[in-house]
């Protein structure tokens, strides 16, 4: 039995130009042709298709299925294992994504007068949230979110991130008591939003990474490190109160190495901190 390219298509559901594409790379050449030079597949051709269309149904590229037919690939219980992963892990984003959805929806069903733009940026937000949380910090971080969603938050910052980025392009140096007082009121803003700081800390390494979040807020790189110095800044002047010379001396370096407040102990000559200082740090 020899079946024409048209009478092939009919049969397997698939279109002539597929075939016609099969024909080009390899993958399936018809065994004769006819006097009129038309494709003629016989049962050997019809039998190699049926196994090209079984082994796409496993997601494989064209190659993978030529190599495993002719028997050069890998093991086909080695591919459908690595299939069966591949689905496993679509299978854990969808519950997840879900689940975040379903956390979503119960905040929308709990709100009168809902906030589109604030959904919407809620809705992007999860796009990336699952690069830097992990489930259960998610589910806070919408509950936080969520306890914003009169724009309460986005109120109170907009005039900040306004202020913050007029200074910025006037040059005014981070050292500037109007950059200092910004950056307190950035932190103590914050800090209400998402009191964990280990949230916040994410939240913070998420929005220098994501562009779409910048744009959204704002908010760049450059305020955030404008903001962080401003506020490394703050606590100098305040260490300068409990510290002598030669412990500002310290402190200012592991503020210009490190940016980050909160050490548990610093040491100098490999002795620890007198106490007082310890438990100004803390």
């Keep these: 039995m020899l079946l024409k390219i048209g009478d092939l298509a009919t049969r397997t ?10 024909d080009k790379i390899g993958l399936l050449t018809p065994s004769a042709r006819s006097e009129a030079d038309y494709r003629l597949y016989d049962r050997n051709d019809i039998a190699r298709l049926y ?19 002719d028997g050069a690939g890998a093991e086909l219980a080695s591919v459908i294992d690595q299939q069966i992963l591949g689905l496993e892990h679509q299978i854990a984003q969808s519950i997840a994504l879900r689940d975040q959805l379903q956390e979503l929806s119960r905040y929308v069903a709990s709100d009168a007068e809902p906030n589109l733009d604030f959904w919407l940026s809620t809705l992007e937000m999860l796009s990336v949230l699952d690069k830097y949380f992990n489930k259960d910090q998610v589910a806070i971080l919408l509950k936080e979110m969520g306890k914003q969603r009169n724009g309460k938050m986005e109120k109170t910052m907009t005039p900040i991130i306004k202020s913050i980025r007029n200074l910025m392009d006037a040059g005014v140096a981070v050292t500037d008591q109007r950059a200092q007082d910004l950056s307190t009121l950035w932190m103590q803003t914050m800090n209400q939003a998402m009191p964990d700081p280990r949230l916040l800390n994410n939240f913070s390494l998420m929005h220098k990474n994501e562009a779409s979040l910048q744009s959204f ?10 903001v962080t110095r401003a506020s ?6 305040i260490y300068q109160r409990h510290l002598s010379e030669d412990e500002l001396r310290f402190s200012a370096l592991l503020f210009s190495k490190t940016r980050k407040p909160g050490w548990r102990f610093l040491r100098k000559s490999g002795s620890i901190w007198k106490p007082a200082f310890l438990r100004l740090i803390l």
């Design 13 to 22: 559901g698939l279109t002539v130009r597929i075939l016609h594409h099969y």
């Design 51 to 69: 196994r090209i269309q079984a082994l796409r149904r496993l997601n494989l590229s064209l190659a993978e299925v030529a190599q495993l037919i």
């Design 217 to 226: 807020s704002g908010i760049d790189g450059a305020m955030m490190e404008y």
């Design 232 to 237: 490394i800044e703050v606590r100098y002047s």
